[in-house]
Nanobody, 126 residues
Framework: VQLQASGGGLVQAGGSLRLACVAFGDIFSNWHIGWFRQAPGQERELVAVISWRNSKKQYADSVKGRFAISRDNAKNTVYLQMNGLKPEDTAVYYC????????????????????WGQGTLVTVSS
């Protein structure tokens, strides 16, 4: 599966952006689709993940109440709506798949994820 992320840009603090991740190839129902981010000098961290089967979601504490992940199965696309952006949200955002044969609890552990998009840069100015 190839993933293409888009929607990043420069926004002022308090603003909003919507990222999109289009998957080229088959996504199977047990898979999870996640958004990670990596700020300069920091490790990559998962901010949100969604089940392709039933849209169950989980968020990092740092983005709860501000970010919303959703999916459009017909378009093979996952979105990340980001509201109330803060300068500390500045990072390159990556979408990724976690290929699973059966229904499985969510994971925030990066090595468990498989396919990666190229990343899209989000810059939040203060």
């Amino acid at each position: 599966v190839q993933l293409q992320a888009s929607g990043g840009g420069l926004v002022q603090a308090g603003g909003s952006l919507r990222l999109a991740c289009v998957a080229f190839g088959d996504i199977f129902s047990n898979w999870h689709i996640g958004w990670f981010r990596q700020a300069p000098g920091q490790e990559r961290e998962l901010v949100a993940v969604i089940s392709w089967r039933n849209s169950k979601k989980q968020y990092a504490d740092s983005v709860k109440g501000r970010f919303a992940i959703s999916r459009d199965n017909a378009k093979n696309t996952v979105y990340l709506q980001m509201n109330g952006l803060k300068p500390e949200d500045t990072a390159v955002y990556y979408c990724t798949t976690r290929r699973l044969p059966v229904a499985t609890p969510f994971s925030f552990f990066e090595p468990e994820y498989n396919d990666w998009g190229q990343g899209t840069l989000v810059t939040v100015s203060s």
